[in-house]
């Protein structure tokens, strides 16, 4: 690895670590509504169904955004899981949400791949991927660091940012979304934004 | 007649006591309990093996490497979070197992990594893997596979036993 690659890998890893904090700041921020906020924005994407999907599709409803891919043996997984737990404790008012799930490795995690992970959890989850380049353009504008990282007895595994992101229904950034905490607080905070 | 069903009503009884008997499994110095893996999403390759390893003796031991016929590469992994950033890495030189130590490995650390996974993993199925370690040497370890949200640490979604 080059030293400039190397330098600018802790650069992205600091990076990804002061949006953590800041952001952990702003969530505890008294007025969240008057905040600034760079986290987000456009973006051109494949969905699990093979669409060409941009932000303005998940527009008008408030929604929840994480980086992740299916080689991932814990925390993609669990953040899918309970990120379903609490749209199911939505109910109907799950429709009025949606959650994002984007791949930052699309090399192995094609719309079909997607398509099939993501049957196993719940259906306002959308699965997205791109071209490399389309993958770089949405980690950039979530402020997501993630790398491949060769494993010793063959294939890679990500290091990724593992923050997740709840948008308004502009599309603007408002916190990190706590999941860690009983799945009816989780909703009740969701049900707030609708 | 009454002796035979006596005979018979313990003999049930051991018979269901069994399995609770099963759970921890001792290897020379070492005690192995609580395995298990979460059931994995529709189509995924990887999953995921968790336990506790408690080392009862004077010196220490290694968990080197495993194999099971689930995974066509099992490997030792660590996980991390660094600044918000997951970060996973196989363990080369294995896991130490400390003499008179508890390694816990659970989701969010030291984990079984099963890689180029051969079938899904339902809650409620079983798999076998071999543990081979430096000084123990191999022991046969069952998996309990629970349902996805398992062993979260928080509150009542899960059931951790
Ligand atoms: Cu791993």
Redesign the pocket.
């Known amino acids: 690895m080059s030293r400039s690659i190397r330098t600018l890998a802790v650069l992205a890893a600091f990076a990804a670590g002061a949006l953590a904090l800041t952001a952990g700041i702003f969530a505890f921020g008294p007025s969240e509504q008057t905040r600034p906020s760079s986290v987000g924005g456009p973006f051109q994407l494949v969905d699990q169904n093979g669409k060409t999907v941009t932000d303005a599709d998940f527009r008008g409803k408030p929604f929840l955004v994480f980086f992740g891919f299916t080689h991932c ?2 925390i993609c997984p669990t953040t899918l899981f309970e990120v379903s737990e609490v749209f199911n404790r939505l109910g109907p008012d799950a429709e009025k949400v949606s959650a994002i799930f984007i791949t930052v490795d699309p090399e192995r995690d094609t719309p079909e791949k997607l398509k099939l992970y993501l049957s196993s959890f719940h259906p306002r989850i959308s699965g997205l991927s791109g071209t490399n380049e389309q993958i770089e353009a949405v980690k950039k504008a979530y402020y997501v660091y993630a790398k491949r990282v060769p494993l010793e007895g063959g294939g890679y ?1 990500m290091d990724h940012t593992a923050i997740v992101y709840l948008m308004d229904k502009n599309g603007k950034f408002i916190a990190p979304f706590n999941l860690k905490r009983d799945a009816d607080a989780a909703a009740a905070d969701l049900r707030k934004r609708l | 007649m009454r002796m035979f069903a006596a005979g018979f009503a313990l003999l049930v009884a051991l018979v269901a006591a069994q399995p609770l008997a099963a759970h921890d499994i001792t290897k020379g110095d070492l005690v192995i309990s609580a395995p298990w893996s979460r059931a994995t999403p529709a189509g995924a390759e ?1 999953a ?1 093996g968790y336990l506790v390893i408690t080392n009862k003796g004077l010196s220490a031991d290694r968990l080197v490497s495993l194999s099971t016929e689930i995974s066509g590469q099992p ?1 030792v ?1 660590e ?1 991390s979070n660094e600044g918000g950033v997951m970060k ?1 890495r196989a363990l080369k030189d294995g896991l130490a197992i400390p003499a008179g130590a508890t390694v816990k490995l659970q989701p969010a650390g030291y ?1 079984l ?1 099963l890689m180029k996974l051969k079938k899904p993993l339902v809650a409620g199925q079983h798999y076998k893997a071999t543990l081979i370690f430096e000084k123990a040497g191999p022991v046969e370890v069952d998996f309990e596979v629970r349902a996805m949200g398992a062993g979260q640490q928080k509150g009542h979604t899960g059931h951790n036993h």
Do not use: K, L
């Open positions: 043996p814990d595994t | 990887v995921a490997e992994h996980m996973m984990h990594m």
